[in-house]
């Protein structure tokens, strides 16, 4: 149980009993996110002695026991990246390194077992390449691959699971946002908060998502798409939204971002952005950035952007930030910084520009 453990071995099964090629075509034809999945997927098992039964194999339900840990105490993490497919008919994935290093990191976090980093890309591409024909095209469509562990040991103990399951399933996807690339309203939450100090904030674990759903709920009862979340211990420093990241585009062209507290998640779509725009010569400052600031720069103008990122949404402009007893708003149209750093990230994803930072990986 160590990050240097052996790679894992893959079999693989093909199912004898794919969607129909018609289906898969209508599906394709407006995938929506997550309602639709592909013919297989990978699981693998972990135990004191180490990873074993690692393969491909029809998509299918887990059959789980009713005293099943993961259900008990929330041993569960996951993660999120996409694949693409370029003008040639190729298919990549975007830095999936850097997902399965920041799974390993949620494992250490919440008492699992790392798998190692390779043994997480071969697992994705293994998926990819056995259903490359789910992969859509046009548009900003992709497939969605979902890797995630859970602790599936039956057990009623509290203490790290002596049994572990990861699997990795995959989703066509069409726009996160199906009113497209415009402004989303936001709620600012002042009773709920997403992670404090010496919590699971910087992990990508289940419970997380959990904590942050009646936030959520209370977003959509006040006319909002999504929640902003403040610091658990001042109620005062922004830190994320409910699933992506936050950058302030200031009228000087300085860019600035929450900074990594150990209650934010490590954005592999934030640290790109971050990449992406350094190239273009904005100066990136991540640092602590209050409510407050927020407020007053909008007010005065110093403040002429601001756009949320992960690999769900990509770069989601922010039209309205609505309280409980206020509001402002940041404009009605994607701001020029904005649609030019989507633009970029977009470009390199689907092929379309070079790829300086060597983030793409070819698949099939």
């Not at 949620?106 to 992969?135: K, Q, Y």
């Not at 203490?159 to 990795?168: D, L, N």
Request: aromatic share 10%.
């Amino acid at each position: 149980m160590t990050p240097t453990a052996p790679a894992l071995e893959f079999s693989t099964t093909l199912t004898s009993n794919p969607v129909a090629p018609e289906r898969r075509s209508e599906i394709l034809a407006n995938p929506g996110f997550g309602t639709n999945f592909t013919d297989h997927m990978v699981t693998a098992t972990w135990t004191p002695d180490g990873w074993r039964d690692a393969g491909l194999r029809p998509y299918a339900p887990l059959a789980l026991d009713p005293a099943t840990a993961v259900f008990h105490y929330a041993q569960a993490i996951f993660e999120g990246l996409k694949a693409y497919r370029h003008a040639d008919g190729s298919i990549w994935t975007f830095r999936p390194e850097a997902n399965g290093e920041r799974m390993q990191r949620s494992a250490h976090r919440m008492a699992l077992p790392p798998l190692p980093a390779g043994s997480f890309v071969e697992a994705v591409d293994l998926l990819v390449r056995a259903d490359a024909d789910w992969v859509p095209s046009g548009g900003e469509t992709s497939l969605y691959l979902r890797p995630f562990m859970f602790a599936s040991e039956v057990f009623l103990g509290v203490r790290p699971a002596k049994q572990v399951t990861f699997c990795v399933i995959a989703s066509p996807a069409g726009a996160y946002f199906s009113s497209g690339v415009k402004p989303v309203d936001i709620w600012l939450s002042s009773e709920y908060t997403r992670a404090a100090p010496g919590g699971t904030g910087a992990a990508k674990c289940a419970g997380n998502y959990a904590a942050s759903l009646i936030a959520q709920q209370e977003a959509i009862e006040n006319g909002c798409d999504q929640v902003c979340f403040l610091d658990a211990v001042e109620g005062k420093w922004v830190e994320e939204l409910g699933g992506m990241n936050l950058y302030f585009v200031h009228a000087n062209g300085t860019i600035v971002t929450p900074e990594l507290t150990g209650t934010i998640l490590e954005g592999i779509t934030r640290d790109s952005i971050h990449a992406l725009a350094a190239d273009r010569g904005y100066k990136v400052d991540e640092r602590r950035f209050s409510i407050d600031e927020w407020r007053e720069g909008v007010a005065s103008g110093d403040i002429t952007e601001v756009f949320a990122c992960g690999t769900a949404a990509v770069v989601t402009p922010l039209g309205r930030l609505a309280w409980q007893g206020g509001e402002l708003s940041m404009g009605t149209e994607p701001g020029p910084v904005t649609s030019e750093l989507r633009s970029a990230l977009l470009d390199v994803q689907y092929g379309r520009a070079d790829d300086p930072h060597g983030w793409m990986h070819r698949v099939v």
